[in-house]
């Protein structure tokens, strides 16, 4: 099972950015496809971002509320994946987990412990 460990997580003010990082151990990093989803409290986990591996490259997907503003990028030489995170919103508040599955596989199956953003207005 890979294990994934995040953080950068932290309290910011609104219109600023913050920077999650996720590094991941115990797979071949290069051919997971990676994700970002968050959960704030009493609410279902969404996703957030994903960078899914391809035989011709990475590519990016986001979820609507988040597109423009955050991006999700991964260095496999380092085995982490990132969350830029611009233009931060008060509803942006929640933990953020990072996820990993393998690229032949449709759902995610393994999870970071989650770290804890804060946007203050």
């Known amino acids: 099972q890979v294990q994934l460990v995040e953080s950068g997580g932290g309290a910011v003010q609104a219109g600023g950015s913050l920077r999650l990082s996720c590094a991941a151990s115990?797979?071949?990093?290069?051919?997971?496809?990676m994700g970002w989803f968050r959960q704030a409290p009493g609410k279902e986990r969404e996703f957030v971002a994903a960078s899914n591996w391809s035989w011709n490259g990475s590519r990016s997907y986001y979820a609507d509320s988040v597109k423009g503003r955050f991006t999700i990028s991964r260095d496999d030489a380092k085995n982490t994946v990132y969350l830029q995170m611009n233009s931060l919103k008060p509803e942006d508040t929640a933990v953020y987990y990072c996820?990993?599955?393998?690229?032949?596989?449709?759902?995610?199956?393994?999870w970071g412990q989650g770290t804890q953003v804060t946007v203050s207005s």
């Open positions: 115990g797979r071949t990093f290069s051919r997971f496809s």
């Open positions: 996820a990993a599955r393998d690229s032949d596989k449709t759902t995610y199956d393994a």
